[in-house]
């Protein structure tokens, strides 16, 4: 597998940002990964090479129509030097399910994960190590063709491109503010909404600026059809604790099925706490509100992994969980995810993928 991929390292590298100065999504690595497809050869000339513009035709269909899918990970790097990703086998699954809903080529999941092994151990100075730091890996694929009529591409670039961030909670994990959008819907089931792919962001963005002018930082959505039923958050599933029982919206086909979503049901299982997957609606935690059972809500995803939820605010009433505070399932599930993803605590799921010297090895 390894000899079909191409190697160029670049011999002018970047200087590194500070720690303090990452954020998220700033400062990219010295390499990116590049692979072509052409429908009459398939997928081809797999590449890790310096990080670089690309150029496009200003026809290109990725401008026009949106055929396009991400991903989004994290590669962490353990005091002794190891370099662990966490389940990175299923965002390619997942990229390949968007792929599929976007009419894009399927894509061979080993060697893209083969790919971004490459990519790691090109850029393996890059990944950070102090606390709350990893490196933030976008796998992405855009169609390329020069064509303004609708259909499918027939060119596409895979691409993969790496960004150190900053501690999500450089002041430790606090809960936010969330807005529940009665005006705007993001998905129906039937439409994209469970696919990774960037119209969905888009159509969220107008709906993030009201939120935000009203003091919140993301947006709860409600299902499309009743406006009614809970959806997800921003970039975020969401969990909400009713009197010990925890429960989340079920995988319905306009909600992203998320990887660290995924994750905490198996915690939360392994745990032996009471968990549902269903439909739960906006008046159902309302009414939980007023009667004292809503005891705690957070949103779960790759960059945050755990957001807890300190308020709702439905059609201009706030309503406060937990007095604002973060629950205490919350930083329990917060610090688990983090300690099995770097390394702090063993990881009894297998869901650790650990870049062995051997990997190492083979690069030469
Ligand atoms: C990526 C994403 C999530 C979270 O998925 P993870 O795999 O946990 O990072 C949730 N909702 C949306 C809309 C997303 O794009």
Known sequence: ????????????????????????????????????????????????????????????????????????LKAYKTADGKIRLFRPSKNFERLNRSNERLSIPHLDEEL?????????????????????????????????????????????????????????????IHPVKIFVESEYVRAVKGGVGNAKTAGNYAAGLKAQENAAAQGSSQVLWLDGVHRKFIE???????????????????????????????????????????????????????????????IEAFGTGTAAVISPIGELMWLGRKLSINNGETGELSAKLYDTLTGIQTGKIEDPFGWMVILENEDVANRA
């Open 232 to 294: 997800e958050v921003g970039s975020m599933n969401v969990f909400f604790n009713l009197n010990g029982t925890i429960v989340t919206p079920a995988l319905n086909g306009s909600i992203l099925d998320g990887i660290t979503r995924d994750s905490i049901i198996g915690l939360i299982k392994h745990w032996n706490i009471p968990l549902e997957e269903r439909a739960l609606s906006i008046d159902e935690l309302v009414e939980a509100h007023s009667n004292g059972t809503l």
């Open 112 to 172: 893209a994960l083969e790919a971004l092994k490459q990519l790691i151990l090109a850029d393996q100075d890059w990944i950070p190590t102090a606390e709350g730091t990893s490196l933030y890996i976008r796998p992405y694929i855009i169609a390329t063709e020069a064509a303004l009529g609708v259909s499918p591409s027939k060119q596409y670039k895979f691409m993969i491109i790496m960004s150190p961030v900053g501690s999500y909670y450089a002041e430790g």
């Open 1 to 72: 597998m390894n000899t079909s991929i191409r190697v160029e390292l670049s011999n002018n590298k970047k200087t590194k940002p500070a720690v303090s100065e990452l954020g998220f999504g700033k400062y990219y690595t010295d390499h990116m990964f590049i692979m072509d497809y052409d429908a009459s050869i398939g997928w081809h000339d797999a590449r890790v090479v310096p990080y670089q513009p690309i150029t496009l035709d200003p026809a290109a269909k990725v401008f026009h129509y949106g055929q396009t899918v991400f991903e989004g």
